[in-house]
């Protein structure tokens, strides 16, 4: 079992940064973890993820560039950080995990996840 818990998420204007963060308990030994995102109205979509041992990540088109998934496993926690913000990155972002050594992109792959943080960016 992995408990996930997200923290991070506010109120920015279009241009500015977040860091969201994903503090992970229980069995976190060799678990890929990811983020992903769902705005009302719309389906759940892969945003970034990222291997256990953090040599290899993936993102969606729509956040190259702008947006860096990392872990310390130390800590137990990943990170998603977000820069240049626009407004169509509003959404509810959902950290999850799964025991898997790959960078998995759908969401179906994934078995367990938080309970989500909202991010709104405004014009």
């Known amino acids: 079992q992995v408990q996930l818990v997200e923290s991070g998420g506010g109120l920015v204007q279009a241009g500015g940064s977040l860091r969201l963060s994903c503090a992970a308990s229980?069995?976190?030994?060799?678990?890929?973890m990811g983020w992903f995102r769902q705005a009302p109205g719309k389906e759940r979509e892969f945003v970034a993820a990222?291997?256990?041992?953090?040599?290899?990540?993936n993102y969606a088109d729509s956040v190259k560039g702008r947006f860096t998934i990392s872990r310390d496993n130390a800590k137990n926690t990943v990170y998603l950080q977000m820069n240049s913000l626009k407004p169509e990155d509003t959404a509810v972002y959902y950290c999850?995990?799964?025991?898997?050594?790959?960078?998995?992109?759908?969401?179906?792959?994934?078995?367990?996840w938080g309970q989500g943080t909202q991010v709104t960016v405004s014009t």
């Open positions: 999850a995990a799964k025991l898997s050594l790959t960078a998995l992109s759908a969401a179906k792959d994934y078995d367990y």
């Open positions: 229980g069995r976190t030994f060799s678990t890929s």
């Open positions: 990222i291997t256990w041992n953090a040599r290899g990540t």
